[in-house]
Nanobody
């Protein structure tokens, strides 16, 4: 069974840094796009950043220049390095992966992680 599991959330002060990880496990054949999303209390989930299978990256305007998304294909893992954190970055962060597995080898299936809390204090 394929799973995506985030780790690395926690509490940081404004201006500080945190690094999130999202590891996929199971019988994975390949991973296409990987994305980070976040959801603040009382708000809709919003897209944060994406990295393609070719390592092209894109970012939401609110995090560009402060966050860096990357991936390690050998480990089926992606990362989100968050620097210069602001209180408005406080949210539950979710990873999303589009991947092919041995049980779904013809078409990519989307998997979401369970979320990890990031809290930034002022």
């Amino acid at each position: 069974q394929v799973q995506a599991v985030e780790s690395g959330g926690g509490l940081a002060q404004a201006g500080g840094s945190l690094r999130l990880s999202c590891a996929a496990s199971g019988s994975i054949l390949s991973i296409n796009n990987m994305d980070w999303y976040r959801q603040a209390p009382g708000k809709q989930r919003e897209w944060v950043a994406a990295v393609t299978s070719g390592d092209s990256t894109t970012y939401a305007a609110s995090v560009k220049g402060r966050f860096t998304i990357s991936r390690d294909n050998a480990k089926n893992t992606m990362y989100l390095q968050m620097n210069s954190l602001k209180p408005e970055d406080t949210a539950v962060y979710y990873c999303k992966m589009d991947l092919r597995s041995s049980s779904s080898w013809r078409f990519a299936t989307t998997y979401w992680g369970q979320g990890t809390q990031v809290t930034v204090s002022s």
